[in-house]
C-alpha cells in the first residue's frame, strides 16, 4: 500500500467506509472491531474526548496497535480531535490548554500514523468572527510549527452552523485555511449533518457538487479530505448538531445518496458517526445503507442484524 503523507490518502482495495468505534480494551483492538463491521476505514478518539488529561500511547501500546493493524485488511485510521478543544477562544487559559492538547493529538496522531486528525475550527464565543478566525489560525499554525516533522494533515470539520461555533460557511472555511498558511498540513473533513444543519441544500447532485466546490476552494487537490456521512434529526437550517442514522433523519437516503456516490467515485474516505444504541445492529444497518448508497454489494458479515 502507499501513502501520500499530504493528503493522508492510502490505496488498496476495499472501499473506504467505516465508523467510529471505540478503543476500549486497547488501541490494537480497533482492527477486529472495524472488520467485523466492514469497515474499510475507522476513526476513534485517541483518549477520552471530554477531559483535558490524557498521555500519549506508550510504547507497548503502539506496537500492539502496529502489529494489529499489519494483520488487518484496511490501515486507513483517522482520529477525532476533542470537543473541549477550543483555538478560537478570548480566555488565555482555555487558548493555553488548546493549544498543549491539539500538540498532544497531533503528536500521539503520528505515533500511531493517523491518516488525519479532525478538529472542529473553535467558537468566538459570542464575541466577533473575524477576530476569532485569526486567533484560531495563528494558534493552529503555531501548533503546526512545533512540530515541524509531523506527518499527520490536520482536517478541520464544517460545523453545524450554531451560535458562535466556526466554521459554517465555506467563506469561513477559507478565510481560516488562508490565515493558517499551511496547506500541505491542513485539510478538510466535511459532514453532511453540519452542511444540513447549516442551511445547505442537498436534495439535488447539481447543488451538492456546487457546495461542495465551494467547501474546497483553498484545498490542493479541490476535495475534502474526509466525509462524516450522518443524517441529521432536526430540520434543514436548525443549527443543531444532532446526527441520525441514514435514512432516519431529514436529509433521507435520496440526498444522502449524491453525496455518498460522489465521494465513492473520488475514492474518498466516509465514516458514520451515527447514533449506535444496543449491540452493533444499528452499526451493522447504517453499514449495509452506505454500501448500498455507493451501489456496492453489501458484505456478507454485515447483511443481517447479529
Ligand atoms: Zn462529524
Ligand atoms: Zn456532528
Same mark, same amino acid.
Given at each position: 500500500?502507499?501513502?501520500?503523507? +499530504?493528503?493522508?490518502?492510502?490505496?488498496? /482495495?476495499?472501499?473506504?467506509?467505516?465508523?467510529?468505534?471505540?478503543?476500549?480494551?486497547?488501541?490494537?483492538?480497533?482492527?477486529?472491531?472495524?472488520?467485523?463491521?466492514?469497515?474499510?476505514?475507522?476513526?476513534?478518539?485517541?483518549?477520552?474526548?471530554?477531559?483535558?488529561?490524557?498521555?500519549?500511547?506508550?510504547?507497548?501500546?503502539?506496537?500492539?496497535?502496529?502489529?494489529?493493524?499489519?494483520?488487518?485488511?484496511?490501515?486507513?485510521?483517522?482520529?477525532?480531535?476533542?470537543?473541549?478543544?477550543?483555538?478560537?477562544?478570548?480566555?488565555?487559559?482555555?487558548?493555553?490548554?488548546?493549544?498543549?492538547?491539539?500538540?498532544?493529538?497531533?503528536? +500521539?496522531?503520528?505515533?500511531?500514523?493517523?491518516?488525519?486528525?479532525?478538529?472542529?475550527?473553535?467558537? /468566538?464565543?459570542?464575541?466577533?468572527?473575524?477576530?476569532?478566525?485569526?486567533?484560531?489560525?495563528?494558534?493552529?499554525?503555531?501548533?503546526?510549527?512545533?512540530?515541524?516533522?509531523?506527518?499527520?494533515?490536520?482536517?478541520?470539520?464544517?460545523?453545524?452552523?450554531?451560535?458562535?461555533?466556526?466554521?459554517?460557511?465555506?467563506?469561513?472555511?477559507?478565510?481560516?485555511?488562508?490565515?493558517?498558511?499551511?496547506?500541505?498540513?491542513?485539510?478538510?473533513?466535511?459532514?453532511?449533518?453540519?452542511?444540513?444543519?447549516?442551511?445547505?441544500?442537498?436534495?439535488?447532485? /447539481?447543488?451538492?457538487?456546487?457546495?461542495?466546490?465551494?467547501?474546497?476552494?483553498?484545498?490542493?487537490?479541490?476535495?475534502?479530505?474526509?466525509?462524516?456521512?450522518?443524517?441529521?434529526?432536526?430540520?434543514?437550517?436548525?443549527?443543531?448538531?444532532?446526527?441520525?442514522?441514514?435514512?432516519?433523519?431529514?436529509?433521507?437516503?435520496?440526498?444522502?445518496?449524491?453525496?455518498?456516490?460522489?465521494?465513492?467515485?473520488?475514492?474518498?474516505?466516509?465514516?458514520?458517526? +451515527?447514533?449506535?444504541?444496543?449491540?452493533?445492529?444499528?452499526?451493522?444497518?447504517?453499514?449495509?445503507?452506505?454500501?448500498?448508497?455507493?451501489?456496492?454489494?453489501?458484505?456478507?458479515?454485515?447483511?443481517?442484524?447479529?
Amino acid at each position: 500500500m502507499t501513502k501520500d503523507s +499530504t493528503l493522508g490518502r492510502t490505496g488498496g /482495495a476495499s472501499p473506504r467506509f467505516g465508523l467510529h468505534v471505540s478503543v476500549a480494551g486497547g488501541l490494537d483492538r480497533i482492527f477486529a472491531r472495524g472488520e467485523a463491521l466492514a469497515c474499510g476505514t475507522v476513526q476513534i478518539f485517541s483518549h477520552s474526548s471530554r477531559s483535558w488529561d490524557f498521555s500519549l500511547p506508550d510504547p507497548d501500546a503502539v506496537s500492539a496497535y502496529s502489529r494489529a493493524r499489519s494483520a488487518s485488511s484496511f490501515s486507513d485510521v483517522f482520529i477525532h480531535a476533542s470537543y473541549l478543544i477550543n483555538m478560537a477562544s478570548d480566555d488565555p487559559a482555555i487558548a493555553g490548554r488548546s493549544i498543549e492538547t491539539l500538540e498532544k493529538e497531533l503528536a +500521539t496522531a503520528d505515533l500511531l500514523g493517523a491518516n488525519g486528525l479532525v478538529l472542529h475550527p473553535g467558537s /468566538a464565543r459570542g464575541g466577533e468572527r473575524s477576530g476569532a478566525v485569526l486567533r484560531a489560525a495563528s494558534r493552529i499554525r503555531e501548533v503546526l510549527d512545533r512540530l515541524p516533522q509531523g506527518r499527520t494533515p490536520l482536517l478541520l470539520e464544517n460545523t453545524a452552523g450554531a451560535g458562535s461555533m466556526l466554521g459554517a460557511t465555506p467563506e469561513e472555511m477559507s478565510s481560516l485555511y488562508s490565515a493558517i498558511d499551511r496547506p500541505l498540513r491542513t485539510g478538510l473533513c466535511l459532514d453532511s449533518c453540519h452542511l444540513f444543519a447549516s442551511g445547505f441544500d442537498l436534495s439535488d447532485s /447539481a447543488s451538492c457538487r456546487e457546495i461542495v466546490s465551494r467547501f474546497c476552494q483553498n484545498i490542493p487537490g479541490g476535495q475534502p479530505s474526509l466525509w462524516h456521512i450522518n443524517d441529521a434529526l432536526f430540520p434543514r437550517g436548525s443549527g443543531k448538531d444532532r446526527h441520525a442514522g441514514l435514512g432516519e433523519g431529514h436529509i433521507g437516503l435520496d440526498a444522502l445518496g449524491h453525496l455518498v456516490s460522489a465521494a465513492a467515485a473520488a475514492g474518498l474516505p466516509m465514516i458514520l458517526e +451515527t447514533p449506535k444504541g444496543e449491540g452493533e445492529a444499528a452499526d451493522r444497518l447504517n453499514m449495509r445503507r452506505l454500501y448500498s448508497l455507493a451501489g456496492l454489494p453489501v458484505p456478507e458479515r454485515i447483511s443481517s442484524d447479529v
